[in-house]
């Protein structure tokens, strides 16, 4: 395989590839054929927000959101949000694509800065789920696939910002 460091394969390039089609499919069927904002949050979603929004029909308008919190090291802080694209959401109907909801602080604390601008429709899609370790009440309304509670890597996902071209997610060994 080439990536030492990875223990194991939890989804391979083929399974993303066709769930990725269907979640197009389901978000075009649930929004229609109307024009869509979509709201990359930086970096992870990066591969998966380029292919999914291939397979979507819809005009598509881009944004991309940063986010990062201001604590004091201790406790999870307040949620800053940097936008860089189409800034005007009002009246429109934004879909947020993350890579992975892991506590939900970061999903939660974009949809309610998101909301005060006014959207017409606000929704989220993530590739992944990993359900075990949430700590905000959230939910995504189209998810790709959950997963256990491992450290995982690949198809935009980092460790220490390497791994993020790999076509398939993997789990990080230990020590890797
Ligand atoms: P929260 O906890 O706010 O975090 O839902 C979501 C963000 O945390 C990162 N994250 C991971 N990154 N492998 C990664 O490479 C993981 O297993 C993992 N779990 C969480 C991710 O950047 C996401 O935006
Ligand atoms: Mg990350």
Redesign the pocket.
């Known amino acids: 395989m080439g990536h030492e460091d990875i223990e194991s394969v939890l989804l391979t390039e083929a399974e993303i590839k066709a769930r990725v089609r269907e979640l197009a499919g389901e978000i075009a069927e649930s929004h229609g054929d109307g024009e869509l904002v979509a709201v990359g949050?930086l970096t992870?979603a990066f591969v998966f927000l380029a292919d999914l929004v291939r397979h979507l029909r819809n005009p598509v308008r881009f944004t991309f959101v940063k986010a990062d919190s201001y604590g004091d090291g201790t406790r999870p802080g307040e949620l800053r949000l940097t936008m860089m694209g189409e800034q005007d959401l009002r009246d429109r109907d934004v879909l947020v694509v993350?890579?992975?909801?892991?506590?939900?602080?970061?999903?939660a604390g974009i949809l309610a800065i998101l909301r005060e601008k006014g959207p017409r429709t606000l929704r989220s899609v993530v590739l992944l789920d990993?359900p075990a370790?949430r700590e905000v009440e959230v939910q995504a309304d189209f998810t790709g696939f959950t997963v256990p509670d491992?450290?995982?890597?690949g198809y935009g996902?980092?460790?220490a910002q390497r791994y993020r071209n790999l076509p398939f997610i993997g789990v990080l060994g230990v020590g890797g």
């Open positions: 949050v992870g993350e890579d992975i909801l892991d506590t939900g602080r970061t999903l990993k370790r491992r450290f995982i890597v996902l980092d460790h």
